[in-house]
Nanobody, 121 residues
Framework: QVQLVESGGGLVQAGGSLRLSCVASGGTFSMYTMGWFRQAPGKERELVAAISWSGGNTYYAESVKGRFTISRDNAKNTDDLQMNSLKPEDTAVYYC??????????????WGQGTQVTVSS
């Protein structure tokens, strides 16, 4: 069973940056694809970015391409989401998630508790 804990959310002005971090425990981190999802009020949860176990493959939602960067450190069991040029529409609860195997898309089995990101205009 994998446990995920996010940190790094907060309030930032439009155009600013935040870095979210996720620490994993209870499993072999390098065997999991990691993803970051977000859910805004009244909207469905969406996959924002994902990274394969090796870090060699990544996925980004169109809305964040060029602004967000996902990375991982298998030695530290962490993955991060660097968010730059933030917009008010990026406001949401962000969740770290994990799924076994190398596919970036599909069902994610393990979830963190979420961290709030609020971007003011």
């Amino acid at each position: 069973q994998v446990q995920l804990v996010e940190s790094g959310g907060g309030l930032v002005q439009a155009g600013g940056s935040l870095r979210l971090s996720c620490v994993a425990s209870g499993g072999t981190f390098s065997m999991y694809t990691m993803g970051w999802f977000r859910q805004a009020p009244g909207k469905e949860r969406e996959l924002v970015a994902a990274i394969s176990w090796s870090g060699g493959n990544t996925y980004y939602a169109e809305s964040v391409k060029g602004r967000f960067t996902i990375s991982r450190d298998n030695a530290k069991n962490t993955d991060d989401l660097q968010m730059n040029s933030l917009k008010p529409e990026d406001t949401a609860v962000y969740y770290c998630a994990a799924r076994p195997g190398s596919a970036l898309l599909g069902r994610y089995n393990y979830w963190g508790q979420g961290t709030q990101v609020t971007v003011s205009s």
